[in-house]
């Protein structure tokens, strides 16, 4: 089993930036990737970032591209993203979510772990 704990999460205003970070802990020689998913009210979750632990490779919903970066710290076994230029559209609970799967970064049916999520508040 793996856990992973969001923090970082909070009230920012427009055109600020934010960094989340996701420690996990357990199995952590398990997980292959690990991605940041959101889910705003009334909205479906969606895919934002995810990066391929080892290989250090990202990819990225259309929608945050060249505004988010993730990273990864494999020490500390920590993820980040690091949240610029902020939308009031990104405001959403953000989940780090973790798998030891080879599927596709974006594919949200294929995280097998997830975290309890981190509230982030962009305000106009």
């Known amino acids: 089993q793996v856990q992973l704990v969001e923090s970082g999460g909070g009230l920012v205003q427009a055109g600020g930036s934010l960094r989340l970070s996701c420690a996990a802990s357990g199995r952590t020689f398990s997980i292959y990737k690990m991605g940041w998913f959101r889910q705003a009210p009334g909205k479906e979750r969606e895919f934002v970032a995810a990066?391929?632990?080892?290989?250090?490779?990202?990819d990225y919903a259309a929608s945050v591209k060249g505004r988010f970066t993730i990273s990864r710290d494999n020490t500390k076994n920590t993820a980040y993203l690091q949240m610029s230029n902020a939308k009031p559209e990104d405001t959403a609970v953000y989940y780090c979510?973790?798998?030891?799967?080879?599927?596709?970064?974006?594919?949200?049916?294929?995280?097998?772990?997830w975290g309890q999520g981190t509230q982030v508040t962009v305000s106009s």
């Open positions: 979510a973790a798998d030891g799967t080879a599927q596709v970064l974006s594919d949200i049916t294929s995280y097998a772990y």
């Open positions: 990066v391929w632990r080892n290989l250090g490779t990202t």
